[in-house]
């Protein structure tokens, strides 16, 4: 069955550069979404289409696709930004959606 | 404001049903596509179940296809799945989230309202 990979866990000092992979191979031709979700929360829509921010969003956050792998970027982290991150999209058929395995995101 | 209240969660056991709501406002809920998504204690999210606008196209997720009936209420503007021969791996927060978009066939466009989850723990 179709899978989106996504790393485990991800570290960054305050002020530096996040990056956050999602590999699947019908990210080509599929939009990927982001999710962030802080502990205890429900997740929230932080880029959708590959690389568009919901109003609200912080600049900092931004998402790009290349191939078989999307990537949220998050410019600058903040202690603020740590959350376990998921990517989302659907299968070849398009019928069916599916969440990367989450990757940890720690700031510190 | 959009708010998704989701209810009917609680402790079963194996083997049984339970039918879960979610109580939309805040938006014109007949113009959009609806899911629901589990997150199981300690794990990640899991896609469910969606469906369209108009209840014309409904998707779930292969390990819950033939278990798990989404339904929706447009009048009413709620969301339902029906869970019938739980299973003890169904143990879950349960969210409902609402679609940008009116289909669930295509590319998907994120979801971008969620509810708080209720919680559903089977076990005997």
């Known amino acids: 069955s179709y899978e989106l990979t996504q790393p485990p866990s991800v570290s960054v000092s305050p002020g530096q550069t996040a990056r956050i992979t999602c590999s699947g191979d019908?990210?080509?031709?599929?939009?990927a979404c982001w999710y962030q979700q802080k502990s205890g929360q429900a997740p929230v829509l932080v880029i959708y289409?590959?690389?568009k921010r919901p109003s609200g969003i912080p600049e900092r956050f931004s998402g790009s696709s290349s191939g078989t792998v999307a990537t949220l970027t998050i410019s600058g982290a903040q202690v603020e930004d740590e959350a376990d991150y998921y990517c989302?999209?659907?299968?070849?058929?398009?019928?069916?959606?599916?969440f990367g395995g989450g990757t940890k995101l720690t700031v510190l | 404001e959009v708010q998704l209240v989701e209810s009917g969660g609680g402790l079963v056991q194996p083997g049984r049903s339970l039918r879960l709501s979610c109580a939309a406002s805040?938006?014109?809920?007949?113009?959009?596509?609806m899911h629901w998504v589990r997150q199981a204690p300690g794990k990640g999210l899991e896609w469910v179940s969606g469906?369209?606008?108009?209840?014309?196209?409904?998707v779930y997720a292969d390990s819950m296809k033939g278990r798990f009936t989404i339904s929706r209420d447009n009048a009413k503007n709620s969301l339902y799945l029906q869970m019938n021969s739980l299973r003890v791996e169904d143990t879950a927060l349960y969210y409902c989230?609402?679609?940008?978009?009116?289909?669930?066939?295509?590319?998907?466009?994120?979801?971008?309202?969620w509810g708080q989850g209720t919680l559903v723990t089977v076990s005997s």
């Open positions: 989302y999209s659907t299968d070849s058929s398009a019928h069916h959606r599916l």
């Open positions: 805040g938006f014109t809920f007949d113009d959009y596509a």
């Open positions: 289409e590959d690389s």
């Open positions: 989230a609402k679609d940008r978009g009116p289909s669930i066939v295509g590319a998907t466009t994120g979801l971008d309202y």
């Open positions: 469906i369209s606008w108009n209840s014309g196209s409904i």
């Open positions: 019908a990210l080509p031709k599929k939009y």
